[in-house]
């Protein structure tokens, strides 16, 4: 088992749209869990991230992790064209640890 | 911006060669990240440095090697090149008292 999984997709939308992004994980040391956004293979670039299970919102994003289940989610409201990328979880298990990413999902968001 | 500067952006050469990336990381970050990205393995962890010293190894071939230098730039070295090396290349930096971690733009490079 990888230790992050995450469906590559794509997944495809219609503007205005919810979406709900998600990742397993198989370390249970991992404690902060990032999010990023890649342009076409363009440098990923942090969206954001939290610490430990709970839930972060940042304007249209919200980030949520239980790590009971070992699950993380990135849910983006009011999706636009703009959002159109591939995601990327990454989670750590300490602040200055090496960042272990899934393959991400890309998103396509259809005006 | 990010504030991580990578050179070169392209980089094309051929088998068996050795080549050099560097990594300028954002002013005040200690620790850079090196990873490699192909079509179909995603972002992989290859090794950390912080503050000077070796932090962390993924999974780095023995062909590549990296330092950090006092000026807390880092390089990348990558020699004996194999047409499988052809990836893009990222760096990321992390300030010393925080969680984030952000990521230069990146050396494409092609093995020919």
């Known amino acids: 088992q990888k230790e992050v999984e995450q469906d590559p997709g794509p997944l495809s939308v219609p503007e205005g749209a919810i979406v709900s992004l998600n990742c397993t994980y198989s370390?249970?040391?991992?404690?902060?869990f990032m999010w990023y956004r890649q342009y076409s293979r363009k440098g990923p670039e942090l969206l954001m991230y939290t610490y430990s299970s709970g839930n972060k919102e940042d304007g249209r994003f919200t980030a949520q992790v239980d790590k009971s289940s070992k699950y993380i989610s990135l849910f983006i409201r009011d999706s636009q064209p703009s959002d159109s990328a591939t995601y990327l979880c990454?989670?750590?298990?300490?602040?200055?640890?090496?960042?272990?990413f899934g393959k991400g999902t890309k998103l396509s968001v259809k005006p | 911006d990010s504030g991580v500067t990578q050179t070169p952006k392209h980089l094309i050469t051929a088998t068996g060669q050795r080549v050099t990336l560097r990594c300028s990381p954002r002013?005040?970050?200690?620790?850079v990240y090196w990873y490699q990205q192909s079509l179909d393995q995603g972002l992989q962890f290859l090794i950390q440095?912080?503050?000077?010293?070796?932090?962390a190894k993924g999974n780095i071939l023995e062909r590549f090697s990296a330092q950090q230098f006092p000026d807390l730039h880092s390089e990348l070295n990558l020699s004996s090149l194999e047409l499988g090396d052809s990836a893009l290349y990222f760096c990321?930096?992390?300030?010393?008292?925080?969680?984030?971690?952000?990521f230069g733009q990146g050396t494409r490079l092609t093995v020919v």
């Open positions: 990454a989670p750590r298990e300490g602040s200055q640890g090496n960042l272990i």
């Open positions: 440095y912080y503050n000077g010293e070796e932090r």
């Open positions: 370390n249970s040391a991992f404690q902060y």
């Open positions: 002013s005040g970050d200690l620790s």
């Open positions: 990321a930096s992390s300030p010393p008292a925080g969680t984030e971690a952000f």
